[in-house]
């Protein structure tokens, strides 16, 4: 089983859609969890991050933890062209810094 | 905004030749990191410092890669030699220690082993 499961897509959703994004994760001891949005040729950049199970929101993004089901979702409300990229899921243990990411989800939002 | 610098952007070489990448984290980021990519992958963490300490390098082949950061600011990795498998993206991430697991990362050094 790997460490952090994402299905690597494309998910294609319309534009002005909602887009789930869903990860699971094996290590029970982690404690924070990332979401990265990746766009092609780029490098990650950090869209959110969330500690505590239920929900937390950014703007058009939420992000969903089930500690115990090991599980962590985000959600992109009114989804556009410019949010189509490669979405990574990193569970990391707390006091270490190490991220452990997934494949990544690439995202196509069509006009 | 402070950013995570890395030069080169793009590197191609011949196996068995040696490249270097260059990495200069944001300024007073006390932890630094080297990732791997590969193509439809996400990123791998090849060597963690934290200052000029190593605190993880559990991944990093250390027959040809060879990772410093003298002086605890700036930090490069070295393959020597390298080999067609190492083509791949090189990024370079950065945190501060109050806020050590939010990471920074750099543009990125693409490289392609001929």
């Known amino acids: 089983q790997k460490e952090v499961e994402q299905n690597s897509g494309p998910l294609s959703v319309p534009e002005g859609a909602i887009a789930s994004l869903n990860c699971t994760y094996s290590?029970?001891?982690?404690?924070?969890f990332f979401w990265y949005r990746q766009y092609s040729g780029k490098s990650p950049e950090l869209i959110m991050f969330i500690y505590s199970n239920g929900d937390k929101e950014d703007g058009r993004f939420t992000a969903q933890l089930n500690k115990a089901s090991q599980y962590v979702s985000l959600l992109i409300r009114d989804s556009q062209p410019s949010d189509s990229a490669t979405y990574l899921c990193?569970?990391?243990?707390?006091?270490?810094?190490?991220?452990?990411f997934g494949q990544g989800t690439t995202l196509q939002v069509k006009p | 905004e402070a950013e995570v610098a890395q030069s080169p952007r793009y590197k191609i070489t011949e196996k068995s030749q040696a490249v270097a990448f260059w990495c200069d984290p944001i300024s007073g980021h006390a932890t630094l990191y080297w990732y791997r990519q590969i193509l439809g992958q996400g990123p791998e963490l090849l060597v963690q410092?934290?200052?000029?300490?190593?605190?993880?390098d559990s991944q990093l082949p250390k027959d040809r890669f060879s990772a410093e950061r003298l002086k605890g600011v700036d930090s490069t990795l070295k393959i020597q030699p390298a080999e067609l498998g190492d083509s791949a993206m090189y990024l370079c991430?950065?945190?501060?220690?109050?806020?050590?697991?939010?990471?920074?990362f750099g543009p990125g050094t693409r490289l392609l082993v001929l």
């Open positions: 990193a569970p990391g243990p707390r006091n270490t810094g190490k991220l452990i």
């Open positions: 410092f934290q200052d000029e300490s190593v605190v993880d």
């Open positions: 991430a950065s945190s501060s220690q109050y806020q050590e697991e939010t990471q920074y």
């Open positions: 290590d029970r001891g982690s404690q924070s």
